[in-house]
């Protein structure tokens, strides 16, 4: 019951309740009122309700497949991380089930798109497949530094840890992770300046090109949820957890301000770049990951791996 | 709400625009991307400009639709998904205007593809587009989901 509800009704719905944050903080920016609180739920519902058009180009089983297992995968790796209370599907090495994932949207497009045979989408999936190459190295990089600090591969363990001893991000070499990881946040959502796979201008929609209907409301509510998703497990890893306290009233109060603070915080910052940033030219954006990210990500490793010898926790 | 209110409901509420020269001299685009600049802000109705046919709701159609042009309205008409509806954008879209039958105008839009909407003007102020768009909703809202 709890998996059904947490999973299908809470994820993708604040999932929608960011995407509209996103929208919102971006016509303010612009000087402009924005769209309404429903705006997100009334695209879903039109979408659902149109036609699923599939070119005669298609592969069709694979085409129709692809959006499904985006969204299960992004509400799979909602419903193993800790959120609130202990996930009841928690097991020893759920740190690596999540970040595997996480790929797996992004892998459902690359699918989806190259199964549509449409030569915008083809274009889509060779960036997006470079930009999943160039993104992932220094992403599991960072997600090893708290990962060596707390000594586990379990996110109830990372968790507990920064609950006794302060959350990662203030350490230096947590700090440095969370950075990159932040930086990481955008290229997987395709968000500027990474949105190099689904560039408007230049590729159409990328890999979505030839989606209609319900399945690409599918795979924009795999998009939303996925912007929940990516906040929740940066959470986890650096900013403390999202639990609560139950046993004592004041804590619990305070912990939920904290997890909507939280939250709410990450969207933003992601929020600030996609709006304040054009999109990169594709090499300059896999030389920040490859050149920048990698390099900062091991400087952080480095620096939790002597932290963890010499026992300086602020390192 | 019941299904079908909600579903009527969310298709005026989210309506997506694909834009289709056929021919034109640039103006009728130039109002159009005009009417979705900041200052109108049409995001407020929902509205958005989407790169792809395959995601729109509405068609926006400029132009004479000369003979090379017209097989490919015809093309770009049927991959939109259903419900659809067409606005037909400025003077030439609407009558051929000044172009009217010159030896390469296959059009006015409507011969080519059924128009809903036609919006005259040379070009149509960023306001007339707006209105258009609204009296576009209210026939997406009386169409029936699968017909067109």
Request: with cysteine; hydrophobic share 55%; glycine share 6%.
């Amino acid at each position: 019951m709890y998996v059904i509800f947490m999973g299908f009704v809470v994820a993708p719905n604040v999932g929608l309740f960011f995407t509209w944050i996103h929208r919102k903080l971006g016509a303010r920016m612009q000087w402009r009122v924005g769209p309404p609180i429903y705006q997100p739920w009334a695209d879903f519902v039109k979408l659902m309700s149109k036609e699923t058009l599939v070119p005669a180009t298609a592969h069709r089983t694979v085409f129709l497949l692809a959006p499904p297992i985006a969204l299960f995968s992004a509400v799979l790796a909602f419903l193993i991380m800790p959120f609130v209370i202990r996930s009841p599907l928690e097991f020893t090495g759920d740190v690596i089930v999540v970040l595997y994932l996480m790929i797996m949207p992004a892998i459902a497009a690359m699918i989806g798109g190259s199964a549509s045979g449409n030569p915008y989408a083809a274009v889509g999936v060779q960036r997006e497949m470079t930009l999943v190459f160039s993104y992932e190295f220094p992403f599991i990089t960072a997600v090893l530094v708290p990962v060596l600090k707390a000594g586990s591969l379990r996110f109830a363990d990372i968790v507990s840890y920064q609950m006794e001893r302060g959350p990662f991000l203030l350490s230096v070499s947590g700090a440095i992770a969370f950075a990159v990881s932040i930086m990481v946040m955008q290229a997987k959502l395709a968000f500027p300046p990474f949105d190099i796979p689904e560039a408007k201008t230049e590729i159409i929609a990328g890999p979505y090109t030839e989606y209609s209907g319900a399945s690409l409301a599918l795979f924009k509510l795999a998009h939303a949820t996925m912007l929940f998703v990516l906040p929740c497990f940066v959470a986890n890893m650096f900013l403390g957890g999202l639990a609560i306290r139950f046993n004592d009233p004041v804590a619990a109060t305070i912990d939920v301000v904290l997890i909507i603070v939280k939250l709410l915080a990450l969207v933003m910052v992601m929020a600030l770049i996609r709006f304040f940033y054009p999109r990169a030219r594709p090499d300059q954006a896999f030389g920040m990951f490859w050149k920048a990210a990698t390099t900062w990500a091991a400087i952080a490793l480095t620096l939790s791996v002597i932290s963890v010898m010499v026992g300086l926790p602020y390192l | 709400m019941e299904m079908a209110g909600l579903i009527t409901w969310a298709r005026v509420k989210s309506p997506w625009l694909f834009h289709f020269n056929s021919g034109s001299c640039n103006n009728c685009d130039i109002e159009l991307v005009d009417a979705l600049t900041p200052r109108f802000d049409v995001e407020r109705f929902g509205v958005l400009l989407e790169g792809s046919p395959r995601h729109a709701d509405v068609l926006v159609v400029t132009g004479i639709v000369n003979r090379q042009a017209a097989p490919r309205l015809k093309r770009v008409y049927e991959q939109m998904p259903n419900p659809k509806v067409v606005i037909a954008l400025g003077t030439c879209a609407t009558s051929g205007g000044i172009f009217a039958e010159s030896y390469n105008e296959a059009g006015p839009v409507d011969k080519v593809i059924p128009v809903d909407v036609y919006i005259p003007g040379c070009p149509p102020r960023p306001q007339a587009i707006i209105d258009g768009v609204v009296k576009a909703l209210a026939k997406l809202q009386a169409l029936k989901s699968g017909k067109r």
